[in-house]
């Protein structure tokens, strides 16, 4: 039930997403229905679902970026009319200045979620690695050569103790090899795993910093638009539009763009939960679910503000 | 004793709070119909020191939220070097498990070339 729920939401965010996508959902799968080196599918399953988040991080910035021009360029506009000509010029000019400051700084916050990202393909590829793969093909090429050089021993005892290590070691390649990894993944979470943390949580304070300063800008930039197309009619005379409720409901509802950020801020916390139940061997399936349901939450949520944005592009 | 509640004095960032909060809801005023209408009433002189006054609280705005924008990406940037190290560490494991491979592919050859010698030193 679970299963078919976690694979049901991740398919829905397969046609959006790319393979490692796809990857990260049959690594959870397997992690649900619990296999041998379960610690090394949850890795890899983390780092996807990790990865997937920071991926989605750019374009809830560059949201938040474009409300504040939005929220900034209602203040300069509605003043305009108010400013004397050699006033206009120099009032533009400081917002700019502060607004491409600003930019600056969503750059940067952009590039940190690019490092980050790339700890988690790192982690990734330590926990699938084809390496490994080829470590396990190597020690069988192994195996198969000692098995040659025995056959040309004379002596039946060794030939019979060297079949005897090639089946022993042919059955534990694939142990070894998790083990090998597991090992190493969890040297890395032992000893960088506080500076990743530390990163996360600096990352999730950003995220709630962008939420409440694009809860304010929208709250003002909606205002007139309430002030417009809710309190004027009604206050009025004459019939009001048929879809003033409408309007109303939208415009005292929480905006699909904030609606995103929540998402994104929510879904940062659980990132780094999981990183740290990783960590210290405790991430589970639950968590890793949580994570997914409020990654497609962002998806779902900006798949709207496209279809949103695209209506009000059409004349 | 003073008689009064003792409260733990406000941080800078407390304070940086208290007043984007009280700006806010000021630039939140000049959306409202009734200043849009009061501004329209006022003499020209007047409404021009208003709008001058509106921008000044939107500069303000904008310049205390970079602030805490910049304190944040401060402490990302300071994290990054972190980061790097923890990126390039585990790079390094990755290629450690290819350097593995490599020996065993090393060894296998070495055994092979055993596997050749032996016949000769048995004959």
Known sequence: MVQAAMVSIVRRYFPAAQGRVRAGAICMIVVLGGCADQKLYQAAAFADTAIVFEDSLPAIIDQALAVSVQADSLQRVGARKFLRRPQRGPVLREADRLLVERAAIFEQAKAHGVLLREYFVAIKTLATTEQATGLSQSMNGVVGRMDKLSAQINGSGFSAA??????LIDQSVNFTVANIKAGALRQSLDRHGKKVDRSLAVQHAFISVLRKQMAADLG??????????VVKPF????NLPNDWWKKRLELLTTSPDLRAVIAAETAARRVRHAFLALAV?????ATLGSIVSELDNIVG???????LQNKEAKP | ???????????????ADLTLGQLRALRDRYQTLEWQESIEALAPENQNRAALQWMSVQNAILKLENAKLTSIRNKLVRNEKDLRKARNAVKKTVKGLESTTKTLNVVGDFLTVVGRIVPLLMV
């Open chain 1, 220 to 229: 003002n930039v909606r205002k007139p638009a309430y002030r417009n197309n």
């Open chain 1, 301 to 307: 949520i900006a798949e709207t503000v496209k279809t």
């Open chain 2, 1 to 15: 004793m003073t008689g009064t509640t003792d409260l733990p004095p406000l941080k800078p960032q407390d304070i």
């Open chain 1, 235 to 238: 206050v009025d005379d004459g």
């Open chain 1, 162 to 167: 060297g079949d005897t290590i090639a089946k």
């Open chain 1, 281 to 285: 061997n405790e991430l589970n399936a």
